[in-house]
């Protein structure tokens, strides 16, 4: 008895219902027909790929040519039990509409392909940047929640491959496309356009049959976010008589507008002849962004702020009050315009050939190259002024901020605004992969054995990372700061001699119009974009200033602006990896049909071998010191020469990945299953650069009346891009499922899964030592990543789904579509760091504890935190309905709260107070701190209908966030849980129609 891969049986089957569109069911108690199209076809295809795959898998199938069920891939995952997507765009001060990182069952440890074929893209991972995919160019999308051991190594957490169509996939000839207008409620303006277009035709001739295959796919968007932010509390015990009560920095606002135009093109080349077929395919993606910010945030030194009519929580934490600045004749507040641009272009290349030697042999070669690059450019500029004060309520579930009619005059009026400080960023990524497979299959007339696979896979990629040095530069045009010893003054708008241009910004729609905010002004979107010359007139002001004072004081130097260096200037900015791999696996596939309860199965190892070299920079720049000639008193400070250092690293090690899948049949619709496997995944390429930054810098004090200069404190701190020498995290894990199929597109499943996590990679403060020039050496505590921590993530997953046919006419065609995710993880470090209090200013951000377990404004650690990114609880529900022209669907998507990060941007500083009793610096104000930074449950309503005129023709409604859901951030202090921000989004609606033949 010969039997063929049930897997390959099972996407056969799914494809063709794809292609076909229609189905039909037969209800046994009524004996009516129930026509079976579009998107109950696809739930059909779907299931019958889960029921019959050898691994677990779901699945999610096209219901039309160019048309999955979301508006992007990432939005298409979110729907598939145990899959969530991250609302993060880039870091955590910003929110991505359409969903960013993919986690599976709450780790990000996913391995993606395209049509079984490693995908990725220059973003420093490994997997591919999902929001480039055009969803429009895929037939479908797989999940592979336990993978055996012939599918390629790499994700831990999962595999997700997405699927393109082949040409004969289709009967005959096929053309098909589809036009698409997108309308945002908040960013408003004119519609986005969308389009794309399918040909495919497969004919025969004397050198067998051939099928050829084009799809291209064009889609812009255009969405706007307003956020509201939040600053840290601050522990003050000259606040209130006796008593320490805590006192926010202030709290701030912004609008990010977003552009992105994402194309696609694809191409298959299909041929058989008797026993031999191939197909060639070429795949290309690009994806091009824009960006502008305005954001104004408090750049306030929190100890001079002081407060009015105030009322505080029973922990002593503002609810109500005026915040103001004396000291300082304000608020200090900055106004940034931020331009941000991207390109991003990945190719893939591929070609398969399968021969069917005997009918016991079959033979088959894969071969690919993937390219990929990716570049981007930000700029921010701002402006600074100094608010007279603001008055704040926490009382609410979202803060609020109370403005007078004079401040808002005030925070209008140009003249009050002053040239502040310039900071730019830019970096390029480029990666190369080529791949070659080989593999054999020797199928078993046995009553037992079924197949033996076995085969190889050699890999070689590159990675090349070029970043700008310093990364982000900024640089102070003016600042309070300078005054007196660098300039005599700022530099006011009011002053004609500083006239960049400016806008003042209404913020209209703010908040959907659900609140109100002041005009504030900006710099103009032109400043931002004009660099570097606008970079140049703007510290052109600098120097005039500077001159002048130096003219004032009878003597001394100005410092002219640098740009940050970038590519051939640059050498310790770039970073060079290699990576070349070796694979082997064999695995058999067995099945005992004649069994009560037939049991069926593979079993098989993976051998693999990793080789890779990284080429980096270790670099070290002095900080300013005491000017030559002055009078030093205090602490010394040595003298360690600058340098640029070239690193090479090289990093080889081997991995044995076993894997056992078991099914139990206990009927045609009921089965059960159990997969146990170890699994790996490598470091992102971004985690092993050999790129490492130090630095020293020094506080110090004039007494002005003596001129000597006093050291207070001199740090000596680093920052790690990579580590090159990081092993694999490695994972052994459990998966047991129980599945009932008692329906065409009818099912209940559920699954329990765990998985055992080693050498878990964290960041973590390590000692690297530098000699001066008195041969002393001098330590440096650098923050790199490292194998820090191993991890238990255990959870359950159950899904449903059902058309109700037996239903009152006038209800047929109602479906219901649910699924839920629990997931409970642990983290423990190798070398725990535990203790009551910080380590104090040594590191500034980066001292021993703060990665680990997160530091209090008051210097008390926190400790027990979970691994990042990982919801407790997930679930989504859909109500479905399919009745002759018509189909709809109202999809409900929820996450539960779940853990960023530590030192975040905006929510760490090295201005803490020392309360540790036992510091020889109690009661100093110089403890490094990052808070605990949580993303709130989120949920989103979405939404979609569509009649079809014709079998040709078709038009489709969709609506994003009907229910205009806001995303919130967060941040863990001592004295509970307090707001960091609020997103705003706003709906989006989109009409389509669909024309193939």
């Known amino acids: 008895m010969k039997r063929t891969s049930r897997t390959v049986i099972a996407m056969a089957v799914a494809q063709l219902a794809w292609m076909a569109g229609t189905a039909h069911a037969q209800e046994a108690d009524s004996g009516s027909v129930v026509v079976v199209t579009g998107q109950r076809a696809a739930l059909n295809s779907a299931q019958k790929i889960k029921q019959d795959s050898d691994e677990i898998v779901d699945s999610v199938v096209a219901d039309d040519i160019g048309k999955l069920p979301d508006r992007s891939v990432t939005e298409v995952l979110q729907r598939v039990v145990g899959v969530s997507i991250n609302r993060q765009a880039g870091d955590n001060e910003r929110f991505s509409v359409e969903g960013a990182g993919v986690n599976i069952r709450g780790l990000n440890y996913v391995r993606s392909e395209l049509n079984g074929r490693e995908a990725f893209a ?31 190594e790499g994700g831990i957490s999962g595999l997700v491959n997405l699927r393109t169509a082949l040409p004969f996939d289709f009967k005959g000839q096929r053309v098909g496309g589809s036009l698409e207008v997108t309308h945002s409620t908040l960013r408003k303006g004119k519609p986005d356009l969308s389009g794309s277009l399918l040909y495919s035709n497969r004919w025969k001739n004397s050198l067998g049959e051939w099928g050829v295959l084009f799809d291209i796919a064009s889609s812009d968007s255009s969405t706007r976010t307003d956020t509201f932010q939040f600053e840290p509390f601050y522990p003050r015990t000259d606040i209130e008589p006796g008593r320490t009560v805590w006192i926010p920095k202030g709290a701030q606002w912004r609008t990010y507008e977003y552009d992105r135009k994402r194309q696609g093109a694809y191409g298959a080349l299909q041929w058989r002849m008797k026993d031999v077929r191939s197909h060639l395919t070429l795949f290309q993606s690009r994806y091009k962004d824009n960006a502008l910010e305005q954001s104004i945030f408090s750049s306030a030194a929190p100890y001079d702020l002081q407060v009015s009519d105030a009322t505080y929580d029973e922990r002593g934490a503002l609810l109500t009050g005026t915040i103001s600045d004396r000291v300082n004749g304000g608020i200090p507040f900055s106004n940034a315009g931020g331009f941000n641009k991207g390109n991003s272009k990945t190719t893939d290349i591929g070609w398969n050939v399968e021969w069917k030697v005997s009918d016991d042999w079959t033979l088959s070669s894969d071969l690919q190259r993937t390219t ?24 609410g579930k979202l803060p609020s901020i109370a403005f007078t009619d004079d401040q808002r005059t005030f925070l209008a009026n140009p003249a009050n605004y002053y040239w502040g400080s310039t900071m730019e960023h830019m970096h390029r990524n480029t990666g190369e992969l080529k791949a070659w497979k080989g593999d054999a299959r020797y199928t078993f007339d046995h009553p037992v054995l079924r197949d033996l696979r076995f085969g190889v ?8 990372t070029v970043n700008s040095d310093p990364s982000y530069n900024w640089k102070g045009v003016t600042q309070p700061w300078m005054i007196d010893w660098d300039i005599g003054k700022l530099a006011y708008l009011s002053d004609p001699r500083f006239n960049a241009p400016t806008v003042t910004n209404s913020f209209p729609n703010f908040f959907g119009g659900d609140i109100s905010v002041p005009a504030v002004v900006f710099p103009a979107p032109s400043v931002a974009a004009g660099y570097p010359d606008s970079y140049q007139l703007l510290h052109s002001y600098h120097m005039l200033l500077c001159q002048e004072q130096r003219v004032a004081l ?6 002219a602006w640098t740009p940050a260096r970038f590519g051939g200037d640059n050498p310790a900015g770039t970073n060079d990896q290699r990576e070349k791999t070796r694979a082997f696996y064999t695995q058999l596939r067995f099945g005992f049909d004649n069994l009560a309860y037939p049991v069926d199965g593979n079993i098989g190892v993976r051998y693999v071998q990793t080789r890779s070299r990284s080429r980096g920079y270790t670099s070290f720049r002095p900080g300013a010191a005491p000017p030559a000639g002055a009078q030093v008193t205090g602490l010394p400070v040595p003298v360690i020469p600058a340098f ?29 299953r159990a997969a146990f496997g170890t699994s790996m995944s490598r470091p992102d390429f971004a985690d ?39 092993k694999p995290i490695t994972s052994r894990q459990l998966d047991l499922t129980a599945e009932w199929y008692f329906a065409n597109s009818g099912s209940l499943t559920l699954a329990l899964f765990g998985k055992r996590l080693k050498d878990v990679v964290i960041d973590q403060t390590v000692s690297i030592g530098l000699p001066d020039v008195q041969g002393s050496t001098q330590q440096f505590l650098v923050t790199s990543p490292v194998n820090g921590a191993r991890g238990n993530v255990r959870g359950a997953e159950i899904a449903y789904q059902q058309y109700f046919d037996g239903l009152p006419d006038w209800l047929k065609g109602l479906g219901l579509q649910a699924n839920y995710t629990y997931v409970d993880s642990h983290r423990k470090l190798y070398n725990p760091v535990r203790s009551e209090f910080c380590s104090g200013s040594e590191g500034g951000a980066a001292n021993i504890n703060l990665n680990m377990n997160g530091c209090d404004i008051d210097g008390r650690t926190f400790g027990d935190l979970p691994l990042a990114q990982m919801s407790k609880n997930a679930y989504n529900i859909a109500i479905l309905f399919d009745r002759g022209p018509w189909s709809a669907r109202l999809a409900y998507n929820w996450r539960s709260r779940y853990f960023l990060s530590t030192n975040t941007n905006g929510t760490r500083g090295s201005d803490g107070t020392d309360m540790n009793p036992a510091s020889a610096d109690f009661g100093e104000r110089n403890v490094a701190w990052g808070l605990p930074l949580w993303a709130d449950d989120y949920g989103q309503l979405d939404g979609g209908v ?39 989004s706003g709906p989006r609606y989109s009409l389509r129609a669909g024309y193939s033949f």
């Open 122 to 152: 220059a973003n420093g991972g490994r997997s591919l940047s999902w929001g480039d995919i055009p969803p429009e160019l895929m037939s479908g999308v797989d999940v592979y929640k336990n993978p055996s051991a012939e599918q390629t």
């Open 372 to 395: 990929s690059k990716a570049d981007a450019f930000s700029s921010a500029v701002g402006l600074g002024m100094l608010m007279p004060s603001q008055r704040l309520d926490y009382r």
């Open 457 to 464: 896979r050699l890999t070689d990629r590159e990675a090349l």
């Open 554 to 559: 009878g003597g001394g130097t100005c410092e």
């Open 644 to 672: 640029e250092e070239r690193r090479d690293v090289k990093n080889d090690y081997n991995n044995v990945l076993p894997t056992l899948n078991l099914r139990l049949k206990a009927s045609d619709k009921l089965q059960f």
């Open 688 to 726: 092993l650069q050999a790129y490492t930054r130090m630095s020293q810098d020094i506080d110090s004090v004039l007494n002005e009346a003596t001129g000597v200069t006093t050291v207070t404190a001199v740090r000596r701190t680093g920052t790690a891009e990579g580590n090159p020498s990081l």
């Open 946 to 984: 569509s009649y079809k005129f014709s079998e040709n023709f078709k038009v489709d409604f969709q609506a994003q966030n009907l229910s205009d859901a806001r995303y919130g951030q967060t941040m863990h202090q001592g004295i509970g849980d307090k707001r960091r921000a609020h997103f705003v």
